[in-house]
T-cell receptor, first 117, second 110 residues
Framework: DAGVIQSPRHEVTEMGQEVTLRCKPI?????LFWYRQTMMRGLELLIY????????DSGMPEDRFSAKMPNASFSTLKIQPSEPRDSAVYFC???????????????FGPGTRLTVL | EDQVTQSPEALRLQEGESSSLNCSYT??????LFWYRQDPGKGPEFLFT???AGEEKEKERLKATLTKKESFLHITAPKPEDSATYLC???????????FGSGTRLQVQP
């Protein structure tokens, strides 16, 4: 398996523009997570889905952020309008439902480094 | 609210100099404690999961231990390739998401 796939790997945009980050989870994983990493706050959860349904979005900073999961193999995180304080690395992670043959760890993608000027 | 505190923030070792990284946590109900390794420009890579106090797990030069309040990541005779940021995270029984600490940046010099 190719692992969790994220695109783009780098994004530079200007304040006020719309940004869309994309994620393809590992096939068969029914949980998908979006995290954000900054020097000041470390790695923090934004939102997670189970079977394409948002379960916990308490970490989404404000209404400028939205996330969707239209099917089991694709999710997007959108920021509109973007602001300089949104500059960070955004990670997507996935994990399967815990079974006797799987474990609880989350598998992370390579991240998208977002810079908002 | 779940909290994870890691120490030290940064650690510089000579090759072969063993040491330990600390992860202190508070959580209402612990489902699991996780250790991840993160290299620059990459996503966190899973190392270990510990589920109950007294549990230990080993992988090459790394050994993770768990008590009711903290976890240690012991590094025995480290090599330069062990240089990375090591992240600790807890999972509450009430949710699937992880709460991460700020990490320990380890540098091993030859």
């Amino acid at each position: 398996d190719a692992g969790v796939i994220q695109s783009p790997r780098h994004e530079v945009t200007e304040m006020g523009q719309e940004v869309t980050l994309r994620c393809k989870p590992i096939s068969g994983h029914d949980y998908l997570f979006w995290y954000r990493q900054t020097m000041m706050r470390g790695l923090e959860l934004l939102i997670y889905f189970n079977n394409n349904v948002p379960i916990d979005d308490s970490g989404m900073p404000e209404d400028r952020f939205s996330a969707k999961m239209p099917n089991a193999s694709f999710s997007t995180l959108k920021i509109q309008p973007s602001e300089p304080r949104d500059s960070a690395v955004y990670f997507c992670a996935s994990t399967p439902t815990l079974t006797a043959f799987s474990y609880n760890e989350q598998f992370f993608g390579p991240g998208t480094r977002l810079t908002v000027l | 609210e779940d909290q994870v505190t890691q120490s030290p923030e940064a650690l510089r070792l000579q090759e072969g100099e063993s040491s330990s990284l600390n992860c202190s946590y508070t959580v209402s109900g612990l489902r699991g404690l996780f250790w991840y390794r993160q290299d620059p420009g990459k996503g966190p890579e899973f190392l270990f999961t510990l589920y109950s106090a007294g549990e230990e797990k080993e992988k090459e030069r790394l050994k993770a231990t768990l008590t009711k309040k903290e976890s240690f990541l012991h590094i025995t005779a480290p090599k330069p390739e062990d240089s990375a940021t090591y992240l600790c995270a807890v999972q509450n029984t009430g949710r699937r998401a992880l709460t991460f600490g700020s990490g320990t940046r380890l540098q091993v010099q030859p």
